[in-house]
Nanobody, 123 residues
Framework: QVQLVESGGGLVQAGGSLRLSCAVS????????VAWFRQAPGKEREFVAG????????YSTDSAKGRFTISRDDAKGTVYLQINSLKPEDTAVYYC????????????????WGQGTQVTVSS
């Protein structure tokens, strides 16, 4: 059974940076796609970025503006999300999720989810 564990969240001032980590275990990481989603208070969960089993990345319109970078380390079974120039509107719980091979922006298509890590950005 695939398990995902997020880490790296915290409280940061606007303009700062964070690197979130998603450690994946229990499956075949080399054939796994991983995506990051986030959910802010009172809002729906939204897709942020995803990376395919081969390392091809996909970003949401907002995160494609250069502040988010997703990467993977197959040797460590870990996917990272680097967030730069953080804004108060980035405050949310960030979740990683996995599925086989390819990324989709639809959360319902992912079979495993982590417990989430809180990111809070102060102004």
């Amino acid at each position: 059974q695939v398990q995902l564990v997020e880490s790296g969240g915290g409280l940061v001032q606007a303009g700062g940076s964070l690197r979130l980590s998603c450690a994946v275990s229990g499956g075949t990481f080399s054939t796994t796609a991983v995506a990051w989603f986030r959910q802010a208070p009172g809002k729906e969960r939204e897709f942020v970025a995803g990376i395919t089993w081969r390392g091809d990345s996909t970003y949401s319109t907002d995160s494609a503006k250069g502040r988010f970078t997703i990467s993977r380390d197959d040797a460590k079974g870990t996917v990272y999300l680097q967030i730069n120039s953080l804004k108060p509107e980035d405050t949310a719980v960030y979740y990683c999720a996995s599925r086989a091979f390819f990324v989709t922006t639809m959360g319902s298509q992912y079979s495993a989810w982590g417990q989430g890590t809180q990111v809070t950005v102060s102004s």
